[in-house]
Every structure is written in C-alpha cells, then in structure tokens.
C-alpha cells in the first residue's frame, strides 16, 4: 500500500568512524556544538528493469521514497529502450535523484551513472513518519542514534559494507 512511502533499502555513513578513540568523544562535542554532521542517510529503490514506458514512473517513486534522506539512488540492473538512459540522467539532474547500473552477478561492478546531489538536512518530520509507520524503519533509526552514541556501527545491527 505505500509502495510509494518506504525505500527498498536504507543505510548510514557513519563519518566518525575514522576518527582516533582517543579524540571521538571532544570531537562528537565540538560537531554538535558548531551543528556539523556525523552521518549520511541514504535511500534507495530498486528495480530489475527499466525502460521507456515504466522509467518515469520508478523515478518519481525513487524521489517520494527519499525525499528524507541526504542521499537518494534509484538502482536498477537492467535499462533498455531507446532514451531511457537519457531520460533518467535529465530527471537525475533536475532532482538530485542518482542512478546506479546494478550488477547482479557481482555487485562490487555496480557502477554510478548519475551522482546524487547531497542535501545537507534530514527532513525530520517525514524521517518521524517513516519510523512511525515502519518497524524496520523504527530499527534503523535506533541502530544511527546507537552508532552516534558510540561513534562506531551498532555491534550486529547493520548488514556492514566497507
């Protein structure tokens, strides 16, 4: 039913990973203190195929699923028809939505063909609807507030790719 709510996948880029434990703590303060970020939400939807006639369509869906996150990807493995690439990559730069060329087969081949333009904010009050409506949105969020807390990915909460 909210096919047009939910993303098909959700992850984090915890930025603070990488930083020395000896100053995670001063630094988790200081980011707070100047309203810096110490994480990306991203969203994706995915789709097996697309072309000319259903394009446009998982786009604009792609964009409602994502409309929260600081980074939304429509992922699709396959894109046939004469100028549904280039449909994709026009409405990509219009909206900011991404594109990734998935490869099933080996995915560490996907490749990006649109980048996503970041929007610096969260939109809170959808972020609050999805988890509201949501049990595995629910999850995640308190999997991100978890990895905040310590500055590392929540211990057997994220499916991690590095």
């Known amino acids: 039913m909210n096919h047009w709510l939910f993303p098909d996948l959700v992850a984090m880029e915890l930025l603070t990973e990488a930083w020395p434990?000896?100053?995670?703590?001063?630094?988790?303060?200081?980011?707070?203190?100047?309203?810096?970020?110490r994480a990306r939400l991203w969203s994706f939807e995915v789709k097996l195929a697309l072309n000319e006639s259903n394009a446009r369509e998982a786009f604009f869906q792609t964009i409602s699923n994502s409309s929260w996150a600081n980074y939304g990807?429509?992922?699709?493995?396959?894109?046939?028809?004469?100028?549904?690439?280039?449909?994709l990559r026009v409405l990509g730069g219009l909206?900011?939505?991404g594109l990734?060329?998935?490869?099933?087969?080996?995915?560490?081949?996907?490749?990006i063909l649109v980048p996503a333009r970041p929007r610096p904010e969260l939109d809170?009050?959808?972020?609050?609807?999805?988890?509201?409506?949501?049990?595995?949105m629910l999850a995640f969020i308190q999997a991100v507030i978890d990895s905040l807390k310590t500055g590392k990915p929540a211990g057997g909460?994220?499916?991690?790719?590095r």
């Open 21 to 37: 434990d000896t100053v995670r703590k001063d630094l988790h303060e200081l980011v707070e203190k100047v309203g810096g970020s």
């Open 73 to 87: 990807y429509l992922m699709v493995a396959e894109i046939s028809g004469d100028g549904t690439l280039e449909e």
């Open 95 to 97: 909206h900011g939505i």
């Open 100 to 111: 990734i060329r998935s490869d099933v087969e080996n995915p560490s081949e996907s490749e």
């Open 124 to 136: 809170w009050p959808s972020l609050a609807r999805l988890a509201g409506e949501n049990k595995d």
């Open 157 to 161: 909460q994220f499916d991690y790719l």
